[in-house]
């Protein structure tokens, strides 16, 4: 479980073929300013927003296996370039941002990306299925980060996002047209499955 409040910005540095046959592949990532000394082979960290299993570290790096599925699923873990990276919440952390499983539920496309003043206005369009999870007021993980929607007009919404997360995310780099990792609010997903059933399963 995690946050949405990014502790790094990170590098995919090399993805390399497992052979397994199935081809997954392995990522190798420089960790930045993430600190990996409280972390071991076995700890989940998330690398924009998708949950994954620490399988190596060396020096100020770490390596993970991302699975086919997860490839087909996700956004940003097929090629070299920037990543946001939170380790997972312990019991006596602060929960500063919601809460994020780091299993996205799809990638949507940004629509445009406009400034206003030092801040900047992004408005996303989610894939169809999504788009009841997400509310006005409400919380999404965009690429692993916590945020609030400002407005939701059928399935795009728009987010404000201010200098500090610009600059301590990966967010100041998106255009009209990037595609990113979205996890709608867990709270939302279990209430419609309360409301879809009248307590019993067949």
């Not at 190798?28 to 924009?48: E, F, H, K, W």
């Not at 020096?59 to 946001?84: I, M």
């Not at 939701?152 to 404000?160: Q, R, T």
Request: charged share 20%; aromatic share 4%.
């Amino acid at each position: 479980m995690f946050s949405g409040i990014i502790a790094a910005v990170g590098w995919i540095t090399d993805i390399t073929s497992r052979g397994d046959g199935a081809a997954t592949v392995r990522l190798r990532i420089d960790a930045g300013r993430l600190g990996l000394d409280d972390v071991s082979p076995g700890d989940s960290i998330a690398c924009n927003g998708v949950c994954l299993t620490v399988v190596d570290l060396t020096g100020e790096t770490f390596c993970v296996d991302v699975s086919p599925e997860t490839l087909a699923c996700t956004t940003g873990l097929a090629e070299a370039g920037p990543v946001n990276l939170e380790k997972a919440l312990r019991l006596a952390d602060r929960l500063g941002g919601h809460l994020v499983a780091g299993h996205v539920d799809g990638v949507g496309e940004v629509l445009c990306f406009d400034a206003v003043g030092d801040n900047r206005r992004l408005e996303i369009r989610a894939p169809a299925a999504l788009a009841r999870y997400i509310a006005r007021k409400g919380s999404v993980a965009v690429d692993g980060v916590s945020l609030t929607t400002n407005s939701v007009d059928g399935a795009s919404f728009s987010i404000n996002l201010i200098p500090h997360t610009l600059a301590a995310t990966t967010l100041g780099r998106l255009t009209p047209g990037s595609r990113v990792n979205l996890e709608v609010d867990l709270i939302a997903r279990y209430c419609e499955r309360l409301l879809a059933t009248d307590g019993t399963i067949d």
